[in-house]
């Protein structure tokens, strides 16, 4: 069983940073590839990025390409998500995932494993 535990959500004012966290338990974490998502009140949740396995190959949505940053350090089984520049928009509950598959790396049917997901709030 792999358990994903995401932190460091918040309150931020439009222009600010957060730092976000997913530390992950259970079965080898260089098994799985890793993703964020994200789900604003009244929406479908949407892909935000992802990382490869073991070769540092990162996926970025359009929406925040040049803004986000994915990182994740296989010493410590965790993946970061850097957000600067954050707008109103990006307000959603973010949750990391894993999945085992190669491929269909912005389809969240491909992932196997959710964290309970933490709230980022960027006020206007």
């Known amino acids: 069983q792999v358990q994903l535990v995401e932190s460091g959500g918040g309150l931020v004012q439009t222009g600010g940073s957060l730092r976000l966290s997913c530390s992950v338990t259970?079965?080898?974490?260089?098994?799985?590839?890793m993703g964020w998502f994200r789900q604003a009140p009244g929406k479908e949740r949407e892909f935000v990025g992802a990382t490869s396995r073991i070769v540092t190959t990162y996926y970025y949505a359009n929406s925040v390409k040049g803004r986000f940053t994915i990182s994740r350090d296989n010493n410590k089984n965790t993946v970061y998500l850097q957000m600067n520049s954050l707008k109103p928009e990006d307000t959603a509950v973010y949750y990391c995932a894993a999945k085992r598959q190669l491929g269909s790396t912005g389809s969240e049917n491909a992932y196997d494993y959710w964290g309970q997901g933490t709230q980022v709030t960027v006020s206007s």
């Open positions: 259970g079965r080898s974490f260089t098994n799985y590839d």
